[in-house]
Structure formats: C-alpha cells, structure tokens
C-alpha cells in the first residue's frame, strides 16, 4: 500500500515526506538499511524549505536509525543529535528519551566511553514524562552495558 500510495502522491503532493518517511521505516524494519537511508534522505530534501520541524526530526532520526543499521556508526552520529536538537527545540520528552537511546546505540557501537551519559539521559527524560517502556528500555540497555563491561576487564 506503501508503493501505490507513493504512485498517487507525485510532484507537489503535500504528504510526500510524510510519506518517504513510512517507506524508511518499512525499509528499516526489512533489514534494508541502504532503501531506508534513501528515503530517508528524499523526505529530508522534501522538507528542506517547508516549516515542519516535527517531520524534519523524524527525517534526522530515520537517517541516524538506517546509518547505524548499515554499520556507518560514524555517519550516524550527527545525524542522531541533529534530531535530538529539533526535539528538545519542541520539548517532545518521548521523542528526546529516543534520541538518546540512540545516541547510546550509536555510542555503543563505536566504543565510546560515553555510553552509559546517554542511556541515563533517556531514563531521566522518560522517567520525568512517565514514558515506562521507555524507560525499561534504557534501564535494560544499561543492565547490558554493565554486563559488557563487566565481562571485558
């Protein structure tokens, strides 16, 4: 339904970075992070002079989650804290609590040692805005972390 809404939503269609954005997050969810990295990036290019700053958080976030699932850990980096600028500039507590879980996964992934500040941030966040599966999602990347670190001294 993804395809054929993308066939009807051609030129100057309104939805159209709403749309590319589903199409990533399909993408993302085949395991096809290339696919979703270019839609991702086309809804980002869709937004770039319209004054949705929600959408373009999305777009940031989506760019980050498909760098990072295509091994560009590096890439995704920026990409992720972009978003978490445009969120904290909305003062969205659930989509901040997931920048930060994010960045943590980034982190995480290029052995940085600054892993854990940002699974903290994101149990901060989601516990003041009482986001509970948020919040036992940075609690258990924390537990892990822990184990991780545990196990390699």
Known sequence: SLAAAADR??????QAASLRLLQARAALAGKRPQEALAHADAALKLLHDRNEA???GNAWRMIAAAR???????GALPAAEAAL??????ALPEKIARDWLLIGDIRQKVGAGD??????RA???????????IAGTATQALAELGKSNATSR
């Open 9 to 14: 939503c051609v030129a100057a269609c309104p």
């Open 54 to 56: 929600g959408e373009t």
């Open 68 to 74: 990072l699932a295509a091994g560009d850990a590096a």
């Open 85 to 90: 600028d445009i969120d904290r500039r909305l």
């Open 115 to 120: 892993t854990a500040a940002a699974y903290r």
């Open 123 to 133: 149990l901060e966040v989601a516990n003041a805005a009482a986001l509970t599966v």
